[in-house]
């Protein structure tokens, strides 16, 4: 009676799943057919978008590569990179200008290409920041040039330099090997 009984319910058991799986294989098909209708919606409205693209004149073109740059610019994250630097930059090293040459998508990330100033009296100071930059997987710095001040009271360089930053949303932008002295990180 008992082995009747378990042999009823395996039995219950594999009609159920039977059923649950052609009901997912249907599911899957809509889907499929769903996707495949709106990759061609995709293919139909890029060639209409191209068709538009060959219409315009240069000036309009030009408009319109500088409108797309306007709106990745109002994307771009202002509070996220401040946190990314405040966390890559050691003690002695002071950002005087951060200028964004350009927003892009590299694939799925936004990545921007920033101008970048720092002053500092140590050239080691600058050296230990872009290594810093460089081993974060967040930034990608290149020193471009330095240039030495004077005033009354100290002497400091301003150092210029190109970086490229793609933020890593929900990671930390510091490597674990990176050990934070005098408020910043070296």
Same mark, same amino acid.
């Given at each position: 009676m008992l082995a009747l009984l378990l042999l009823a319910f395996a039995v219950a058991g594999t009609i159920i799943s039977l059923a649950q799986l052609s009901?997912? @294989?249907?599911?899957?098909?809509?889907?499929?057919?769903?996707?495949e209708q709106m990759e061609a919606e995709l293919r139909t409205l890029k060639g209409e978008g191209e068709k538009v693209q060959q219409q315009l004149t240069p000036e309009q073109r030009a408009l319109l590569i500088a409108a797309h740059k306007l709106v990745a610019n109002k994307n771009f994250g202002?509070?996220?990179?401040?946190?990314?630097?405040? $966390?890559i930059l050691p003690g002695g090293v002071s950002v005087s200008r951060i200028s964004i040459q350009n927003v892009y998508q590299d694939g799925d990330?936004?990545?921007?290409?920033?101008?970048?100033? &720092?002053?500092?009296?140590?050239? $080691?100071n600058v050296i230990t920041m872009i290594d810093n930059? @460089?081993?974060?997987? &967040?930034f990608q710095a290149d020193l471009r040039g330095q240039d030495r001040q004077k005033t009354e009271r100290t002497t400091y360089t301003e150092y210029s330099l190109r970086l490229i930053y793609s933020p890593n949303y929900g990671t930390s932008p510091v490597p674990d090997e990176v050990e934070v002295v005098q408020g910043g990180t070296q």
């Open positions: 009901d997912i @294989n249907q599911r899957t098909e809509i889907a499929n057919k769903d996707v202002w509070s996220r990179l401040f946190a990314d630097l405040e $966390q990330k936004t990545k921007a290409e920033l101008d970048f100033g &720092v002053l500092s009296r140590d050239y $080691q930059m @460089n081993s974060s997987r &967040v």
